[in-house]
């Protein structure tokens, strides 16, 4: 990476800050089998591309260039504050980290960890127990850690939006939804009318405002 870009070429720091998140999502999910640890290898795939490009080579910015230049021709697309792209294109025009994107992205991604802090002990005990797991978050969702992930991931995005992140998100998104419906499948067999009965009461991944007993057949 050439060093007259400023804030680029820091692979150290690349790789220390992916680290730091991939182990801190690892700490929040705790995979229990081999389809969690494959779960935690797809988001830890868009955390180092990510970062890879937030402070190593700013591949999206280089491929945009033109077009950002002729769009929006007051940014310096060079700097490292660029990569803050919706702030740059629709934010407030001043400090990309006190914009509106970058604080909802915080928001988003503190929220991701809390729902995965959440998530885990309640799933952890009712696998000790061979019962549905329908406490706590599980009263109000039935794939928390799925929703978790949604929520960190839209967080980056909105932080710092790539091109390989971009493309990367909806196969994500696909790919857990799929996912959660093989899981309920699994789980159907495993505790037959029990999860049966959870699915009509608990959506899948949007909570429902209305109590569970309201919502019989709600099984989003």
Do not use: C
């Amino acid at each position: 990476m050439s060093p007259t870009i400023p804030g680029y070429g820091l692979w150290g720091l690349a790789i220390i800050n992916a680290a730091f998140f991939i182990f801190f999502a690892w700490s929040f999910y705790k995979p229990l089998n081999g389809r969690d640890w494959r779960n935690l290898g797809l988001f830890s795939a868009f955390i180092v591309a990510l970062f890879a490009e937030m402070y190593g080579f700013p591949l999206t910015l280089f491929l945009l260039s033109g077009w950002l230049s002729s769009k929006f021709p007051e940014v310096n697309w060079l700097s490292h504050d660029a990569g803050h792209l919706f702030e740059m294109m629709f934010g407030w025009k001043v400090n990309p980290h006190f914009g509106p994107f970058h604080i909802a992205s915080f928001v988003l991604i503190a929220w991701g960890f809390w729902v995965l802090a959440e998530a885990w002990p309640v799933l952890y005990q009712a696998q000790r127990e061979d019962r549905v797991a329908r406490e706590g978050i599980y009263a109000r969702i039935r794939h928390p850690q799925y929703v978790g992930f949604f929520l960190i991931m839209t967080g980056f995005l909105l932080q710092w939006p790539t091109l390989p992140t971009l493309a990367m998100y909806p196969i994500l998104v696909w790919v857990y939804a799929r996912l959660s419906i093989t899981e309920e499948r699994e789980s159907l067999r495993r505790f037959g009318d029990a999860y049966a009965r959870y699915m009509t009461e608990v959506p899948r991944f949007v909570p429902h405002r209305r109590r569970p007993a309201d919502n019989a057949g709600a099984a989003l």
